[in-house]
């Protein structure tokens, strides 16, 4: 082309070039690539949630804080004594642990039921709360699942079993061997049976 | 020539002088034209403007002052996602496929678009896709809220809008898919004898790596918003925690995605910058070569730089650093990008007509959004900064400043090759000014918003932000409206003005402007000939 310059503003449209158009392929090939491309995408994108948990796994970053977890679990385990206690308070529930003591480890799951008769002939709502002794043991308590979680209510002469489902942690002081655990029923008084966050709000 | 004449007049449209093919409404749908393919684009994504414009508005309106004033903070969220959605898929990507199809085909001197059925085709998918969007508000539950990354879990708590968002998405992929590939194919095959790929026109230069973006990464997008739908609806569980899956999972391919999206946006509008700044320089545009080879830098260096949007999810530190300096390498590439701009306007005999103002704009906004960008990339200020005002200045000056301010410099530098008629010059410097004034009114305030902690996404506000947001709004509103001139202007053009020679600009280059004005109905059905010495390079 070099040979015949031409004007650009005089150039004639529909000269015919004497050189074939500069193709780098066909359109079919230009088309199976870009589709290939189009699939590649797809595949890729589907292969993602696999490779994206081999990857986080292989670099150890899929369980952000298990440093934290290997470090308490390089703690040792340890026998403990857990002692069981329970009162009512003047309100007809007749309310006692199944179990009196229990040999346990600590990191270790423990479940205990406790048992609850309503000796009235009226429905009675309580609220369990608990106590630990020592006291300070109590942070190391770490209740899954309590009876003592919301309030109760029982029917005229109901009889009920309920769970406590807790781990005792494996940082607990070492001087702490026996951990005894309290739960005084409290009756709710009548006109006020709502939950006490659900009293909150209104 | 009638036909072209009669751009936007679909309603009362005379039998084209070619004599074939159905007339009136069915012409338009039925088309298979390059230049009534791209005229159609180009008003869709007008209008697609208008409604995404609508929606800022409202969005500005609402944050005028502090406290809830028109809108509930649902309505809001969702205003400010089909906002950010229309914007992005219908409105700037439509337009710069619009100028491809229009010009391309005459740059290269192609008599069509390699597959004009399958054009056809892109551009009336696109339709459906914005009624499925905008519909998505008055179903039950409002459209998606999620904002345009459409984040899990809440993208899979919300109603049935978010589904036809995700539909709405695979259409639109479709569209560009199948648009990209007919560019590419149409820029690789159809280049006139001794155009070869190092002496084409920049324009589609910035269109071949675009094209191959899209086709890389609309796949992802699609994929993710799949894995969305079947966690949603068939129990699947890629994103939910409790069954397994990672809701960062799904940042990570967004952003893979999202992050080429940004320069599937702006490299098109490099290209048009590319042929105006040196038409209205009277030079040849400084450093071809470079030019071209940032174009590829910057398109290849935006795969792997997609967690700089995440550096809050926990990424380790080598992750931050690596993404880090990965970011602050696209500055060279682009930096390169924009001294080559103004060194074709050194020395040059410049004259300031709109598409030139448009361009300067664009060179002197999109190097601000730039920077800011660049201080983004910082992690330690980004940990800051994350989901602030300063990121919504950051990117409405590279989006709106950038992509838009460069789409009006490409129209009103090719409305005369369209229409065949001169626009309206003191309009279009009048469209021009109101533009960049209102723009930084609008914007430049929420940097400073950003820094003082604004959190974007929320219609409510502390008291000591209400200042600098009236200000914004007031900024907002004037740059909405300044938008309408548009309609006045391309109306005029359409309709009579001063008859355009063919090549209006006397400084501009390239085989467009040796066709007549308006661009006849079919053009260049034998190659024409093309002078490598005259080309851009």
Known sequence: MDGQRLNPDLSPIGVTAAEPLPRSGGNRRVVAVSLAVVVGSLLFVAAQPRLYRSFCEWTGLYDIDRAEQVAASSIPSRPVTLEFDANSHDNGLRFRPETASLAVRTGEIVNVMYRVENTRNTTVIGQAVPSYGPQHAGGYVKKLDCFCFKQQTFAPHEVREMPVVFVLDKKLPDDVNTVTLSYTFFEVPAGSVTSPAAGKRS | MQATQQVGAAGHHEDDSHGHGPTGLMRWITTTNHKDIGSMYLMFSFVMFLVGGAMSLIIRAELMSPGLQYVSPEFYNQMLTLHALIMVFGAIMPAFVGFANWMIPLMIGAPDMAFARMNNWSFWLLPPAAILLSASIFVPGGAAGTGWTLYPPLSIQMGMGMDMAIFAIHILGMSSIMGSINIVTTILNMRAPGMTLMKMPMFCWTWLVTGFLLIATMPILAGAVTMLLTDRHFGTSFFNAAGGGDPVLFQHIFWFFGHPEVYIIALPAFGVVSHVIPAFSRKRLFGYTSMVYAIAAIGLISFFVWAHHMYVTGIPLTGQLYFMYATMLIAVPTGVKVFNWVTTMWRGSLTFETPMLFALGFLVLFTIGGLTGVVLA??????????????????????????????????????????????????????????????????????????????????????????????????????????????????????GGAKAAARPWEGARGLEWTVPSPAPHHTFEDPPAFDPAESEA
């Open chain 2, 378 to 495: 910082m992690t330690a200020v980004d940990i800051q900064m994350q989901d602030t005002y300063y990121v919504v200045a950051h990117f409405h000056y590279v989006m709106v400043a950038g992509a838009l301010f460069s789409a009006f410099a490409g129209l009103y530098y090719w409305l005369p090759k369209w229409t065949g008629h001169m626009y309206n010059e003191g309009l279009g410097k009048l469209h021009f000014w109101l533009s960049m004034i209102f723009f930084n009114v609008a914007f430049f305030p929420q940097h400073f918003l950003g820094l003082a902690g604004m959190p974007r996404r929320i219609p409510d506000y502390a008291q000591q932000f209400a200042d600098f947001n009236m200000v914004s709004s007031i900024g907002a509103f004037g740059f909405g409206f300044s938008q309408l001139l548009v309609i006045v202007v391309v109306f005029q053009a359409l309709r």
